[in-house]
């Protein structure tokens, strides 16, 4: 395939221009000391002032239990743009955003510090002349989502402009939820407060380049879409495997596991994105209205401690990358009596028109052979005639591959003859690679996702009848692996392709994982 291209254009072209027209805004970080602030949030909006695409008027407010001074939490702030911007410091730019960013501390159900933040805001916005936008992060522990909803509810910030371009706006980080209950309280207590196009659930896979491109792949180009059912593809593989493993958090990660890490979440929307019907429009509900019909479609799984659809697996010691690593057990702040999975894979039936009887397989791992985050849609092979021999095939199955990072692009894997004077044939590719194309200094998750945010677009963010559709097919597994104990947690090493048992999930239907040595 080729790379040159006519006129590159951005999928969301109509809505990137809208980008230009961000009203003034406050942003508000409740989590402000934490690392997703330094690591991601800050070097996010440095980044958007360095494209020019920060409102005029644009003040951030870090919101921490930490008394720290506004001067200090400028100097963190210095040090996290020199280490975390995707591209390097631009003084002027950064001077820009760092005049207006300042830091209120307080507890998160502290209603007081709620008023004097409320009262801050009035304050700039009589110092402006004009209203502003209020865009409230809440990048916290989960623990505490519900008194800082409560609290916004409280101080009326919440309502703030409600029925204007200007109405308040929050943004919620994962995890959403631990399970279907807990998502639908938490749900409830979001909406006593907000208005649900208020609300901005995260979930970073989405503000990914290929995460969007997926959409234009699909219907942005006629070739593949006619093929995209049961008709032709014979089954879906969905693949995001980390080399990495759990770190200095295995306190957080051993009560999570990868089903809520990274399965409920990541995951399941890629299964959306690729599986949902052509939307009407790119308009955000009529996005969303497809996900949720497609994730609803998926049928519940079959679990057994022994077969059914699911598999789980925990990481042993190994070597990754040609060095050695630890087990999961060993690996600090994880229990004795730990049973968390760091590895899932899931064989999911999605029962509608155009999905009946095509396996989508899905699996996500830490500490797997290499970090590999891919879609490859398998299609169906020609008729046996031409080139096979009774029932063995001389052709391979074709394969669309969508690789979501890292060397982002797509490869089609298609059959050609070896030149030669026999009738010979072998399975070649076809690459288009992003950072050839495209160049490589692509913008991060974040950017995208502050971005739309600011801007009111929704169509990055997940709404709440989604959450709930996801969880309502995870939970089960979750209950059924709690009953279950240590029974049917599978051992797999570190830098491998995850537990023999995951085979099983695709043989039971002639199937085999497309990287698995
Ligand atoms: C996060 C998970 O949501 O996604 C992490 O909590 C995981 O455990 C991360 O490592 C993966 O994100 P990315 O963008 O590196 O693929």
Same mark, same amino acid.
């Given at each position: 395939?080729?790379?040159?291209?006519?006129?590159?254009? *951005?999928?969301?072209? $109509?809505? %990137?221009?809208?980008?230009?027209?961000?009203?003034?805004?406050?942003?508000?970080?409740?989590?402000?000391?934490?690392?997703?602030?330094?690591?991601?949030?800050?070097?996010?909006?440095?980044?958007?002032?360095?494209?020019?695409? @920060?409102?005029?008027?644009? *003040? =951030?407010?870090?919101?921490?239990?930490?008394?720290?001074?506004?001067?200090?939490?400028?100097?963190?702030?210095?040090?996290?743009?020199?280490? *975390?911007?995707?591209?390097?410091?631009?003084?002027?730019?950064?001077?820009?955003?760092? +005049?207006? !960013?300042?830091? *209120?501390?307080?507890?998160?159900?502290?209603?007081?510090?709620?008023?004097?933040?409320?009262?801050?805001?009035?304050?700039?916005?009589?110092?402006?002349?004009?209203?502003?936008?209020?865009?409230?992060?809440?990048?916290?522990?989960?623990?505490?989502?519900?008194?800082?909803? /409560?609290? @916004?509810?409280?101080?009326? !910030?919440?309502?703030?402009?409600?029925?204007?371009?200007?109405?308040?706006?929050?943004?919620?980080?994962?995890?959403?939820?631990?399970? @279907?209950?807990?998502?639908?309280?938490?749900?409830?207590?979001? $909406?006593?407060?907000?208005?649900?196009?208020?609300?901005?659930?995260?979930?970073?896979?989405?503000?990914?380049? #290929?995460? +969007?491109? %997926?959409?234009?792949?699909?219907?942005? /180009?006629?070739?593949?879409?006619?093929?995209?059912?049961?008709?032709?593809?014979?089954?879906?593989?969905?693949?995001?495997?980390?080399?990495?493993?759990?770190?200095?958090?295995?306190?957080?990660?051993?009560?999570?596991?990868?089903?809520?890490? !990274?399965?409920?979440?990541?995951?399941?929307?890629?299964?959306? =994105?690729?599986? !949902?019907?052509?939307?009407?429009?790119?308009?955000?509900?009529?996005?969303?209205?497809?996900?949720?019909?497609?994730?609803?479609?998926? +049928?519940? @799984?079959?679990?057994?401690?022994?077969?059914?659809?699911?598999?789980?697996?925990?990481?042993?010691?190994?070597?990754?990358?040609?060095?050695?690593?630890?087990?999961?057990?060993?690996?600090?702040?994880?229990?004795?009596?730990?049973? #968390?999975?760091?590895?899932?894979?899931?064989?999911?039936?999605?029962?509608?028109?155009?999905?009946?009887?095509?396996?989508?397989?899905?699996?996500?791992?830490?500490?797997?052979?290499?970090?590999?985050?891919?879609?490859?849609? +398998?299609?169906?092979?020609?008729?046996?005639?031409?080139?096979?021999?009774?029932?063995?095939?001389?052709?391979?199955? /074709?394969? &669309?591959?969508?690789?979501?990072?890292?060397?982002?692009?797509?490869?089609?894997? &298609?059959?050609?003859?070896?030149?030669?004077?026999?009738?010979?044939?072998?399975?070649?590719?076809?690459?288009?690679?992003?950072?050839?194309?495209?160049?490589?200094?692509?913008?991060?998750?974040?950017?995208?996702?502050?971005?739309?945010?600011?801007?009111?677009?929704?169509?990055?963010?997940?709404?709440?009848?989604?959450?709930?559709?996801?969880?309502?097919?995870?939970?089960?597994?979750?209950?059924?692996?709690?009953?279950?104990?240590? /029974?049917? =947690?599978?051992?797999?090493?570190?830098?491998?392709?995850?537990?023999?048992?995951?085979?099983?999930?695709?043989?039971?239907?002639?199937?085999?994982?497309?990287?698995?040595?």
């Amino acid at each position: 395939m080729t790379n040159e291209i006519d006129e590159p254009r *951005h999928p969301f072209l $109509n809505g %990137l221009s809208k980008h230009r027209g961000a009203p003034p805004t406050v942003v508000v970080i409740f989590g402000a000391s934490g690392d997703l602030t330094a690591r991601k949030l800050v070097p996010a909006i440095f980044n958007l002032g360095l494209d020019n695409l @920060l409102p005029g008027e644009f *003040h =951030l407010i870090g919101y921490g239990r930490k008394p720290i001074a506004d001067a200090v939490f400028r100097e963190i702030m210095d040090e996290a743009i020199g280490e *975390h911007s995707r591209r390097p410091l631009n003084k002027e730019v950064w001077d820009r955003v760092r +005049q207006n !960013m300042t830091y *209120h501390s307080g507890g998160y159900d502290d209603a007081e510090a709620f008023a004097s933040l409320a009262e801050k805001i009035d304050q700039i916005e009589a110092g402006l002349g004009r209203d502003v936008q209020r865009l409230f992060y809440v990048s916290t522990p989960p623990s505490v989502f519900e008194p800082i909803i /409560n609290n @916004l509810g409280r101080s009326g !910030m919440a309502k703030a402009h409600v029925g204007t371009k200007l109405a308040s706006k929050v943004i919620i980080e994962k995890p959403f939820g631990r399970d @279907l209950g807990s998502a639908r309280a938490l749900n409830a207590a979001i $909406n006593e407060v907000f208005e649900e196009p208020q609300v901005y659930r995260i979930d970073h896979y989405l503000g990914k380049e #290929t995460v +969007q491109d %997926l959409l234009v792949q699909r219907f942005g /180009n006629s070739i593949f879409e006619p093929l995209w059912n049961r008709e032709h593809v014979d089954c879906v593989q969905i693949t995001v495997a980390e080399s990495l493993g759990v770190g200095t958090r295995g306190g957080y990660y051993d009560t999570s596991g990868a089903l809520r890490d !990274m399965i409920q979440n990541h995951t399941m929307q890629l299964v959306a =994105l690729t599986a !949902m019907e052509p939307p009407v429009s790119l308009d955000p509900e009529a996005i969303r209205d497809e996900k949720v019909k497609v994730l609803k479609a998926i +049928q519940p @799984l079959e679990l057994k401690t022994d077969g059914g659809d699911v598999v789980r697996g925990r990481y042993t010691g190994g070597v990754v990358d040609g060095a050695p690593v630890e087990s999961y057990m060993e690996a600090e702040g994880i229990p004795a009596d730990s049973t #968390t999975e760091t590895y899932a894979a899931l064989r999911l039936s999605i029962n509608n028109w155009r999905w009946q009887g095509v396996p989508f397989y899905i699996r996500s791992g830490k500490r797997m052979a290499r970090r590999a985050s891919e879609i490859a849609i +398998q299609f169906k092979r020609p008729p046996g005639i031409l080139f096979s021999e009774g029932d063995k095939f001389d052709v391979a199955q /074709n394969t &669309m591959v969508i690789r979501i990072q890292p060397d982002e692009g797509v490869t089609l894997v &298609m059959n050609s003859k070896i030149p030669g004077l026999e009738t010979r044939t072998q399975p070649v590719k076809m690459h288009f690679r992003y950072a050839t194309t495209f160049g490589s200094n692509t913008p991060e998750a974040y950017e995208r996702l502050i971005l739309d945010a600011m801007i009111g677009d929704s169509t990055l963010f997940i709404r709440g009848d989604e959450t709930e559709a996801s969880w309502k097919l995870i939970t089960p597994i979750l209950e059924h692996w709690q009953a279950c104990g240590q /029974n049917g =947690l599978a051992e797999y090493a570190a830098g491998s392709w995850g537990p023999s048992a995951s085979v099983r999930l695709l043989s039971e239907k002639g199937h085999q994982w497309r990287r698995s040595g």
